[in-house]
């Protein structure tokens, strides 16, 4: 009879650290979900471990009136983990598909709240399950909170390196729930002699597992559908890369790349803006031999470069070696990029940018900046006045730089926010903008150590859009989007220079794009 309180008290321990796991699992993915589908990481993040812990400390005060039938109390604890967890990130993807603006939002803090108060109640019970078999309260206590402790960090860890990129976020929560559900049917058997009509326990939580076993392999397919209807062309690839959602979308003669949801380029127009983006500050630099491109992982902003032929060099930082792969391999963004990544000319190193800029002792005739928008942390710090200075420091006395900056129009004090965090280095600057129709008005900031004569730019080389006539027109700025930013009293905002210590432009960016 000892031995088997023994085994039972060892498996306690083992189930704390395992729902532990699982916890810590569906705790990161609710943040990851959120900061996927609704931006602004930091937030999302802070708002989905909040809510989790206080659901933990809501569950863990409801679990007081827990004190008879532990075992089973237990299981369906864990029987609803398993039921809810496990179609969360599913249900996720078809709220944001169908339901109202909003909704999405509603239901994931909602969820990460549920499932937070239940994990809140699975400590204790397994607390009071190990005292009633004879283990002291201390030991009992110290050992199941050992084993909570050391499971979360395994199952962060599990997440970010197998669970994510393997299996991606629907498939991550099925595949979570039935782990879940596995320990609530191991504690059925281990303590099946005080339990009650454990027939129907069991046949309930096989009913549940035939469920989430569906969904590990039917969910990614329905939920891609789901995903579908947030983009407005037929899918024809999707990759979730170790940093990002990679889609790309095709109607008729349209091909279109968007990362994380957010476009990138539509093939029927893209040239406009790359032609923008490379061909003034080419000719803004005297000499352009040395050219350095950070992000542009598409190769398409690469293949303009190259029309220069006194370009010798050519190095594209990009962090994700998925895009790239990409970018050399599908067949529709070769025809964009005419191979320019397999060029000779060009070196592609996937870092980080910020982490380039800071340990390279090469300087650089041009520097273009071609990153996706700062919607969130890691992006807001390559659109900080640390950045540009590290930029500046790697640019000829002679050189030049251009930075895809977003729109003027839409996201009006992020723009010039982006232009005045560049003009803080020291460097002169200055503004252009054009319509892209695909993606509205957009707009890009020129720096340079030299004053900048736009009306003495030359464009020799071929080009679909610009001309040398259209440069001067591309500087000037409507009433509606120029650098006068009022508040909706009238009064004019003084904007300030965007800093790793004071990063401002997350939310600037997310106020200015809520509308469109």
Known sequence: MKQDSVKQSMFIYWASGIVSICGIIFEVLFGALGSYILGDGVKQYTLTISLFLTGMGVGASLSEKVMKNLVIAFVYIEFLVALIGGFSSFTMFGITAFSPAGTDALFLYMITFVIG????????????KANEIGV???????????????????????????????????????????????????????????????GIHFLIGIVIGILLIIGLLFGEEMAFSFEQKLYQDPIIYMEESKYQKIVVTQNQGDTRLYLNGGLQFSSIDEYRYHEVLVHPVMAQARNPKNVLILGGGDGI???EVLKHEEVENVTLVDLDPAVVSLANSNYKILQLNEGSL???????????????????????????????????????????????????????????????????????????????????????????????PSFGNWGFVMA????????????????????????????????????????DDGEVIELSPNTLIDPRLIQLYESSWKYY
Do not use: C
């Open 136 to 198: 002291s309260l201390h030991r009992s206590t110290a050992r199941v909170l050992f084993s909570d402790y050391a499971g979360g960090l395994i199952g962060g860890l599990l997440f970010v390196f197998f669970l994510r990129p393997q299996l991606g976020m629907v498939k991550t929560a099925f595949f979570v729930g039935l782990i879940n559900l596995t320990v609530a049917l191991l504690i059925l058997w281990f303590f099946r002699q005080e339990i009650k009509r454990k």
């Open 117 to 128: 108060a239940l994990t809140g109640v699975e400590l204790p019970i397994l607390i009071r």
């Open 301 to 303: 902003a690469a293949k």
């Open 342 to 436: 397999q060029n000779e000319k060009i070196r592609v190193l996937n870092q980080d940018a910020f982490n380039f800029l800071e340990n390279t002792d090469d300087w650089y005739d041009v520097i273009i900046v071609d990153l996706p928008d700062p919607n969130n942390e890691s992006l807001n710090k390559l659109y900080t006045k640390e950045f540009y200075s590290l930029a500046r420091n790697h640019l000829k006395p002679d050189g030049a730089m251009m930075v895809q900056a977003t729109s003027p129009v839409f996201a009006t004090s992020v723009y010039w926010t982006i232009s005045k965090t560049i003009a803080s280095t020291g460097l002169e600057i200055e503004n252009f903008h054009v319509d892209v």
């Open 448 to 487: 340079s150590r030299q004053p900048i004569q736009v009306s003495e730019m030359e464009v020799d080389v071929p080009t679909r859009f610009l001309t040398e006539e259209m440069l001067l027109g591309l500087t000037e700025f409507g009433k509606d989007e120029d650098s006068t930013i009022r508040n």
